[in-house]
């Protein structure tokens, strides 16, 4: 299989095409563009996280533990938290993902298994989703990067897992451990599959709920307040 070393320059030159050619071809803006290439760059390391102690899985969770509080900073807005709890929030995210889910991982993950799948992609393009912010169209293409990344690894693992041998190709063992839909794990296939199907559930209302939070929480209030106002400068 293919080092940490080769699934990060192969998913950081992905990020790079990624990004340039959505700034080049559809005029998306520029910090987008790089976000959406970076986060590509990045999830090449993801599938690994089912590796146990290491460097992928260390790396991994520092970098999510600096990331995710900071992609979450425009929901917390939204929901109009106060500048001191986005701060006390982001902390408890960092510590959480940095510590808790990385013992987590460490604990109950094993290496190949569904992590190297494609619903485990699916999976984690949709939480990059709903973390994201923006328009749908960005988010969709933020999440993009994440997916595009993600595949690049398992598509990796695969190609390295053929070799020439005696002249003619041969399978290794670990062939079809990836790129897979179904794992030999009953239970493990269950809890993925529940996930996913969680998960795209909520992407897919997700929007929705969000237009009618602001609707009621936010934008009535506004416009309220802005009519007490007019009213006392008419009078």
């Not at 960005?138 to 993009?144: E, P, S, V």
């Not at 602001?214 to 009078?235: F, H, N």
Request: net charge positive; proline share 4%; charged share 15%.
């Amino acid at each position: 299989m293919a080092d940490f070393k080769r699934h990060l320059t192969a998913s950081s030159l992905l990020g790079v095409g990624y990004g340039a050619g959505a700034y080049l071809l559809y005029d998306v803006p520029v910090p987008t563009c790089v976000l959406a290439g970076g986060l590509c760059g990045v999830s090449g390391m993801l599938p690994d996280l089912d590796s146990g102690p290491g460097v992928p899985l260390r790396e991994s969770m520092a970098l999510a533990a600096a990331v995710v509080p900071m992609m979450l900073i425009d929901r917390f807005e939204q929901f109009g938290m106060s500048p001191e709890l986005i701060v006390l929030a982001g902390a408890m995210l960092y510590l959480f993902i940095r510590f808790g889910l990385a013992a987590l991982l460490r604990k109950y993950t094993v290496h190949r298994g569904m992590f190297h799948s494609l619903p485990a992609a699916l999976i984690f393009g949709e939480l990059a989703f709903l973390l994201a912010s923006g328009s749908i169209e960005l988010r969709i293409y933020k999440a993009g990067g994440v997916l595009v990344g993600y595949l690049s690894h398992l598509l990796l693992d695969e190609l390295y897992s053929i070799e020439w041998y005696r002249g003619r190709l041969r399978l290794k063992r670990s062939f079809g451990t990836a790129l897979k839909i179904f794992g030999t794990s009953w239970w493990s296939n269950i809890t993925t599959y529940l996930k996913l199907a969680v998960l795209t559930f909520v992407v897919l209302k997700e929007p929705g709920w969000m237009q009618e939070h602001y609707s009621t929480q936010i934008k009535k209030p506004v416009e309220q307040t802005a009519g007490k106002v007019m009213g006392r400068i008419l009078r």
